[in-house]
C-alpha cells in the first residue's frame, strides 16, 4: 500500500530526490508544487475501541464534511465509513481526542473506514 505524507516538513525538493529514490522511497510529483514523500511500508492501522467514553470524546458531528453532508452516525475511526456518500468539505480528525490518545496519523474516517484498517 503507498502512503502519500502531506506534512510540510516532509516535503523533497528536486535536488534531493536522488537521494530519496536510492533509499527505495518513491517521490511523486504534484501539480507541479514540488515532491512530496511517499512510501509503500505504510505503518498498520491503529485500532480505536468502540468504548461509551471513547464515544463521548468524538468530534465528528462538528466536522465540515459531517455537517455540510446528510450524514448520520459519527465515531467513523471506530465503527467504520458512513453509509452516505461523503463530500470532502474538510477534516478535523486530527482536532479530536481520541487522534492524539491513540497516535492516529490520518483522517477521513467517515470515508476510508476503521483505523485499524486504515494504514497510519
Same mark, same amino acid.
Given at each position: &500500500?503507498?502512503? &502519500?505524507?502531506?506534512?510540510? #516538513? ?28 511517499? *512510501? ?6 491503529? !485500532?480505536? !475501541? #468502540? @468504548?461509551? #467514553?471513547? &464515544? %463521548?470524546?468524538?468530534? +465528528? =458531528?462538528?466536522?465540515?464534511?459531517? @455537517?455540510? @453532508? !446528510? ?5 467513523? +475511526?471506530?465503527?467504520? %465509513? ?5 463530500? %470532502? ?7 479530536? =481526542? ?7 496519523? @490520518?483522517?477521513?474516517?467517515?470515508? %476510508?473506514?476503521? *483505523? ?5
Amino acid at each position: &500500500m503507498i502512503l &502519500m505524507v502531506e506534512k510540510s #516538513d516532509q516535503k523533497v525538493y528536486r535536488r534531493r530526490y536522488m537521494k530519496y529514490a536510492a533509499a527505495g522511497v518513491v517521490v511523486v510529483a504534484v501539480g507541479g508544487a514540488g515532491y512530496f514523500l511517499m *512510501s509503500n511500508q505504510g505503518e498498520k492501522g491503529i !485500532p480505536v !475501541p #468502540d @468504548t461509551e #467514553d471513547n &464515544m %463521548k470524546l468524538c468530534r +465528528c =458531528p462538528s466536522c465540515p464534511s459531517y @455537517t455540510g @453532508t !446528510p450524514l448520520t452516525g459519527g465515531f467513523y +475511526c471506530a465503527k467504520g %465509513k458512513a453509509k452516505e456518500e461523503v463530500k %470532502k468539505l474538510g477534516c478535523i480528525c486530527n482536532y479530536c =481526542p481520541i487522534f492524539g490518545k491513540y497516535g492516529l496519523k @490520518t483522517g477521513y474516517f467517515c470515508v %476510508k473506514g476503521k *483505523s485499524a484498517e486504515v494504514s497510519q
